[in-house]
C-alpha cells in the first residue's frame, strides 16, 4: 500500500515561510491535496490537485510537487496558521493520509 | 451551503455494531461527480480513510477495515450511513463524514461533518 511520509512538527516565526512536507513513491504522478485542521475542529482543505486553492483560502497558501515530494508552503505566517496539517493521495481506488504535521507559530 | 452532520450512538460495547449516519443539507445525495465517505481519528492521532460510496451504489473500503465496514446510502433520506462490526477499543475514535470530488486521476475531500466521538468501552 501506498506510504506518505511527514514531519511530525515544523516551527516557524510569524511572517516568516513554513515549509510541510510529504513524502512518497513518486508522489509527482499523483495529485496531492492539503487540509488544515485546527484543535476541535474539522480538517479543511487549503489545497487540492498539487496547487490549487479553494475559494475563501489566502493566497499565502500555496502547493508543489515533484519528484518524491510534495510541499505546502504558508508564506507570511500567522498565529491562526498554527494546527495540525495533512498531505493526502488518491491510490486508486484507496485514499491515503500522511501522518500529519504540526505546525508551531513561536 | 452544503452541510453534514453526523449522528449515532456516543458510546459502543466491544463486540458490537457501530452505527453512525451522515445526514446532507443543502444539496442532493445523488448529484453527479461526487462520492460520500466516513474518515476517523483515534484521540491525538492522525486521519484515516475508512471507505466511501458512489452514487450508483459502488464501495471501496480501507483494506484494513474492509473485513468490518459497511457503507450504504438512502437518497429517499438524503443520507448515508456506516456499520463498523465486531469494535474494539481500538475503534474508539472522532468519526467524520465527508463529500468526495471524484475528478480524473484523484479525489479530495471538499466538505465535511463536525465529527462525533464514539467510544468503545463496556
Known amino acids: 500500500s501506498y506510504v506518505l511520509t511527514q514531519p511530525p512538527s515544523v516551527s516557524v516565526a510569524p511572517g516568516q515561510t513554513a515549509r510541510i512536507t510529504c513524502g512518497g513513491n513518486?508522489?509527482?504522478?499523483?495529485?496531492v491535496h492539503w487540509y488544515q485542521q485546527k484543535p476541535g475542529q474539522a480538517p479543511v482543505l487549503v489545497v487540492y490537485?498539487?496547487?490549487d486553492r479553494p475559494s475563501g483560502i489566502p493566497e499565502r497558501f500555496s502547493g508543489s510537487n515533484s519528484g518524491n515530494t510534495a510541499t505546502l508552503t504558508i508564506s507570511r505566517v500567522e498565529a491562526g496558521d498554527e494546527a495540525d496539517y495533512y498531505c493526502?493521495?488518491?491510490?486508486?481506488?484507496?485514499?491515503?493520509f500522511g501522518g500529519g504535521t504540526k505546525l508551531t507559530v513561536l | 451551503q452544503l452541510q453534514l452532520q453526523e449522528s449515532g450512538s456516543g458510546l459502543v460495547k466491544p463486540s458490537q455494531t457501530l452505527s453512525l449516519t451522515c445526514a446532507v443539507s443543502?444539496?442532493?445525495?445523488?448529484?453527479?461527480?461526487?462520492?460520500w465517505s466516513w474518515i476517523r481519528q483515534p484521540p491525538g492521532k492522525g486521519l484515516e480513510w475508512i471507505g466511501y460510496?458512489?452514487?450508483?451504489?459502488?464501495?471501496y473500503y480501507n483494506p484494513s477495515l474492509k473485513s468490518r465496514v459497511t457503507i450504504s446510502v438512502d437518497r429517499s433520506k438524503n443520507q448515508f450511513s456506516l456499520k463498523l462490526s465486531s469494535v474494539t477499543a481500538a475503534d474508539t475514535a472522532v468519526y467524520y463524514c465527508?463529500?468526495?470530488?471524484?475528478?480524473?486521476?484523484?479525489?479530495?475531500?471538499?466538505?465535511w461533518g463536525q465529527g462525533t466521538l464514539v467510544t468503545v468501552s463496556s
Open positions: 513518486n508522489i509527482g504522478s499523483k495529485s
Open positions: 465527508a463529500r468526495v470530488i471524484r475528478r480524473d486521476g484523484y479525489k479530495v475531500f471538499d466538505y
Open positions: 443543502g444539496g442532493s445525495i445523488s448529484s453527479g461527480g461526487y462520492s
Open positions: 460510496i458512489y452514487h450508483s451504489g459502488s464501495t
Open positions: 493526502q493521495v488518491w491510490d486508486s481506488p484507496h485514499v491515503v
Open positions: 490537485d498539487d496547487s
